[in-house]
């Protein structure tokens, strides 16, 4: 393992894509990201940009990898306004050799997307780090959705804006729930068990029709049909087709009103 690092950014050169449950070398992988992060010079920054770069053509969910299997806790002390991440290929990276690039910066992002798959908005009364996906898919179920073209590609970004009366000291905390839900929305479901449809129904007051309209529903469902979502211990887990969105980028900015409100578009990658 290999690293450079300033007090803005740091990259660490590994042959090991991080896992959930890490163990030996790839133990010393998470404990070398989490204290490099302790590092960064947060005082002075409030955008993080982090990058998987790797020459290995394959699914990887990235956010997972950057993000969730590093620990959310090793963010926390980062006061951020915007988190840009995603996955990039270069050939010239040795074969099975992987990127953690983790960068610091002062300016916002103003990415220009041009092939916009579909753009949606929705308003929530919290925002908190124990939401679940069930929360986020199903606000986004009662949003506003507006298509310019039903496909289904190979890989996609996703660029997420909240307005909120106060800005989340942590947004870190809110990545994993809110990108399940947002992206599972956008598969759908025909075959729902009763003991799915009972527990969705009960957890957010509505009816089991309602239920089972918003798993079956097609008209934005572009990455289709899919084993969605499934009996889990004590819950429900859910099931996206999340490592293909390979760019995401999510800002909170400070609204008037009371309530929040996301705004989102999917778009397909250059």
Request: a negative charge.
């Amino acid at each position: 393992m290999r690293s450079s690092f300033t007090k803005q950014a740091f990259e660490l050169h590994s042959d090991i894509r991080l896992p959930f449950e890490p163990k030996g070398e790839a133990l010393a992988l998470k404990e070398e990201i989490r204290r490099s992060l302790k590092f960064l010079n947060l005082f002075e920054y409030n955008h993080l940009n982090a990058r998987l770069i790797t020459s290995e053509k394959d699914f990887f969910d990235v956010e997972n990898i950057l993000f969730y299997n590093v620990g959310l806790g090793a963010f926390s002390h980062l006061m951020l306004d915007e988190i840009s991440f995603s996955l990039e290929y270069d050939s010239n990276s040795p074969s099975n050799k992987y990127t953690y690039s983790y960068e610091l910066t002062s300016k916002v992002t103003s990415e220009e997307i041009n092939d916009v798959i579909l753009e949606f908005s929705f308003e929530l009364d919290k925002m908190t780090s124990d939401m679940k996906p069930l929360d986020y898919w199903h606000a986004l179920n009662q949003g506003h959705i507006k298509i310019s073209k039903l496909m289904n590609p190979n890989e996609f970004g996703l660029s997420i804006v909240i307005e909120t009366p106060e800005k989340h000291r942590n947004i870190t905390s809110l990545l994993k729930p809110l990108i399940d839900g947002l992206i599972s929305a956008f598969h759908y479901q025909n075959s729902v068990n009763q003991e799915i449809l009972d527990y969705i129904a009960k957890k957010k007051y509505i009816s089991e029709d309602v239920v089972l309209s918003q798993l079956r529903g097609k008209d934005y469902t572009f990455l289709g049909e899919r084993n969605l979502v499934s009996m889990y211990r004590d819950g429900i887990k859910w099931n996206p087709e999340d490592e293909k969105c390979t760019k995401i980028n999510m800002k909170q900015i400070k609204g008037l009103s009371k309530t929040i409100k996301v705004y989102g578009r999917v778009y397909l990658l250059k």
